[in-house]
């Protein structure tokens, strides 16, 4: 089985600095340190109400790191110019809406299919890997497929709330979506990655699927680096990861 690789998503660095409009703690910081404990790659979403990341961000973090890049965006007029200014590695296009707490379901593909054709030609054109951001739904991963996307992320929030809901039977099905769902997207030649809500206690079942090249992890990562500092909480996670992988 092919290595899975670690992206960590640094979003919430940005959310505690933000909490004070202070200076620090500085997410760039934490993507050079997320490349020192060994992640594969670095995640940021820029949201349109900037509530983490901000532009600034960007700039410093394209300087900082030689780790890919994978940028998270909505599809939207201002975001597709910023990511054609910075061309990284990936872009990932995930639903928006300001009154969510976080990227609550995956893109709705289907009923967008002509627009977000449009919307990833110039970023394909440009050289971004584009990865769209869908659940483990058939109609959508067909339409990612047509439209002409490289890559699609596998939402497993619906899997990790319902573990932790102690609904384990909604749980195990959602998972068993996920499986068929990466199997279905390998076989029409996407590349799958996974995330979203993933712990230490819900990513072993996710990182055993064959088919994921990627598992995107921010938000939990972040949370326990206040206690174990985040080399640590990257380390553990990339153990967990491997050991799934057998
Ligand atoms: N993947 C995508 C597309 C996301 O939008 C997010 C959240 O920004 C993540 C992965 C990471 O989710 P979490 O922060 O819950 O680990």
């Known amino acids: 089985m092919s290595k899975l690789r670690l992206g960590v998503n640094i979003d919430h660095v940005a959310t505690v600095r933000n909490a004070r409009g202070s200076a620090y703690p500085d997410p760039v910081r934490a993507a050079i340190l997320a490349q020192s404990a060994g ?3 670095i995640t940021a979403h820029l949201r349109e109400d900037r509530r983490h990341i901000v532009d600034d961000d960007i700039e410093r973090m394209m300087d900082a790191i030689n780790l890919p890049l994978n940028f998270e965006m909505a599809a939207t007029d201002e975001m597709q110019a910023i ?3 910075h061309k990284p590695h990936a872009v990932c296009i995930v639903p928006e809406r300001r009154e969510e707490r976080t990227t609550e379901g995956g893109l709705e593909v289907a009923r967008e299919e002509n627009r977000l ?3 990833i030609a110039p970023l394909r ?3 971004c890997r584009v990865s ?3 659940a483990a739904d058939k109609r959508q991963i067909d339409a990612a497929h047509r439209i002409g996307a ?4 596998l939402h497993t929030g619906a899997y990790c709330d319902y573990h932790y809901e102690g609904k384990f039977e909604a749980r195990d099905q959602e998972l068993a979506r996920l499986t068929e769902m990466a199997v279905y997207a390998h076989s029409l030649g996407l590349e799958v990655h996974a995330g979203h809500g993933l712990t230490y206690d ?3 079942p996710i990182a055993r699927l064959p088919q994921l090249m990627e598992l995107n992890i921010g938000h939990f990562l972040i949370g326990e680096a206040v206690f174990v500092g985040l080399e640590g909480a990257i380390a553990q996670m990339r153990s967990l990861m491997d050991e799934a992988r057998g």
Not at 150 to 153: A, C, D, F, H, P
């Open 150 to 153: 490289q890559v699609i992320e």
């Open 83 to 85: 990511a054609l200014r």
């Open 39 to 41: 992640a594969d790659g």
């Open 202 to 204: 819900t990513v072993a």
């Open 125 to 127: 054109d440009a050289g």
């Open 132 to 134: 769209i951001f869908i």
């Open 117 to 119: 054709a449009h919307f």
